[in-house]
């Protein structure tokens, strides 16, 4: 295969996709190895010819010692000899995860796209998975249990995510490197069996090319069909959540009368619609059954959604009671219990000791908050400006961001209770209290923050 073959598969996946455009900024993802130096390598020619701005990012995890000093050197070498300009991160992931409770693998993703995105306004981030991170991906959702969209592999874009690789195979990228003459380093932990993603790597993808040599073909092949039917089905979904809606309501009739198929989809959309972040499929099953009959089904988000008058709708609150934007209550230490629109919200004392159970991040999830800090903080909901910071990030989001990421649907944003301080956001319902607020070993007082429907 010659080197135009490769990159005319890459410009290929770049233009079906949308993916950058003249004028854009591109995080290039670079941890020095095969992958990303392939990506940053064609970017860099690339890029000059569409008149699109670049900027490597190298994240030093602080795991691999003297090896991680050494990929960071090689990439600081790569762009000086480049000219391209290149912005670096240092996190100890070990000892953060070891905080917050993540897993090493989670909490360094977490910090690692926290620092891409910290890096330039509205930017994409491009990052070097390819066709054999897709199956990895494939074989990792279906042992553990997944629906069509889990077996689609990596998505060629996600958000403001972007991977121009996704359709390349490992061999392909090696010779492209080999073509071009740019060297690579390689991770010693992705040698070894320690994470699930290895295991799959080096036990279950060699037997599948050696059942069928072109086994990257084919399993590009099937990944491609098998987004053909999810995209239909979404787009099938789509259409159904249209013709169902009516005004703020869904007619029961018609999302019964929808195949299995594209039924629990729809089901799954209006439940999110309404603010129902994370619902589950036993939820989904909820709503199935009461499609036909009254009832109520209590999703996450702390959202009820009914079924009455052959309709669903999402439980209504008095007049009196909704949601106002510039509505904001003063926290007083010596007042236990407020009121806020629909909300009740009231606070414990919490005895130090008595949390020695829980990591910081879960007191974080679970409403732990530092009490000294929450002088001149009131109750109120999201304002323009507003960010957020989690516990032990380096760089802050805005709240759009953080929704987003939560799929909380726009419609249920405005109505996500916060405490903030005039310079920071310390507590936002069903997220958690932020890095400025959270408990830590040095807290003195701390409080627990418990939200309920307002009984009145």
């Not at 790597?201 to 069928?212: C, E, G």
């Not at 760089?395 to 939560?406: A, I, V």
């Not at 003195?444 to 939200?451: A, L, Q, R």
Request: aromatic share 8%; proline share 2%; with cysteine.
């Amino acid at each position: 295969m010659k080197k135009a073959d490769i990159e005319e598969k890459i410009i290929s996946v770049i233009n079906r996709y949308d993916m950058v455009a003249p004028g854009d900024t591109v995080i290039i993802a670079v941890s020095g190895g095969a992958d990303s130096m392939c990506l940053l390598s064609f970017f860099n020619e690339y890029s000059r010819k569409k008149k699109f701005n670049i900027i490597a990012a190298h994240v030093n995890h602080g795991i691999r010692g003297k090896e991680a000093e050494r990929d960071e050197n090689f990439v600081k070498k790569f762009c000086m000899e480049k000219k391209i300009n290149l912005r670096i991160a240092h996190f100890n992931v070990p000892e953060t995860a070891k905080e917050t409770g993540e897993s090493e693998e989670l909490c360094g993703r977490r910090l690692r796209y926290s620092f891409f995105n910290s890096i330039a306004d509205n930017a994409k981030i491009a990052t070097a998975h390819n066709l054999n991170d897709s199956m990895e991906t494939f074989l990792f959702n279906f042992s553990r249990g997944t629906g069509l969209k889990g077996l689609t592999g990596i998505p060629a874009v996600r958000e403001n995510i972007i991977r121009p690789l996704i359709e390349c195979s490992r061999e392909e990228i090696e010779m492209y490197l080999k073509i071009c003459g740019v060297s690579y380093v390689t991770d010693s932990t992705n040698l070894c069996d320690e994470y699930s993603r290895n295991k799959i790597r080096h036990n279950i993808i060699p037997v599948l090319f050696s059942l069928n040599p072109s086994f990257a073909s084919v399993f590009g092949n099937c990944i491609s069909s098998l987004r053909s039917d999810e995209q239909f089905l979404e787009l099938q979904t789509e259409k159904a959540f249209n013709r169902a809606k009516n005004g703020d309501e869904f007619s029961a009739e018609i999302i019964a009368s929808l195949d299995v198929a594209v039924r629990g989809r729809v089901l799954l959309k209006i439940a999110r619609y309404y603010g129902g972040r994370d619902a589950e499929f036993r939820h989904i099953e909820l709503l199935n059954e009461i499609l036909n009959k009254s009832g109520a089904v209590n999703l996450p988000g702390n959202v009820t959604v009914e079924s009455s008058n052959g309709y669903l709708r999402k439980k209504l609150i008095s007049a009196e009671k909704q949601t106002v934007n510039d509505i904001s209550i003063k926290f007083e230490l010596n007042q236990n219990i407020y009121s806020i629109n629909e909300f009740e919200i009231n606070f414990q004392s919490v005895d130090k000791t008595a949390i020695n159970l829980y990591n910081i991040k879960k007191l974080s999830l679970l409403g732990y908050i530092d009490a000294d800090k929450l002088k001149n903080s009131v109750f109120r909901f999201r304002k323009d400006g507003d960010r957020y910071k989690y516990p032990f990030s380096s760089h802050s989001k805005t709240l759009k961001n953080l929704f987003r990421e939560h799929n909380i649907s726009s419609e249920a944003r405005n109505n996500i209770l916060i405490l903030a301080d005039s310079e920071n956001i310390l507590w936002i319902d069903g997220i958690g209290t932020s890095d400025y607020a959270k408990v830590t070993n040095k807290s003195e007082n701390i409080i627990k923050i418990n939200v309920l429907k307002n009984k009145k």
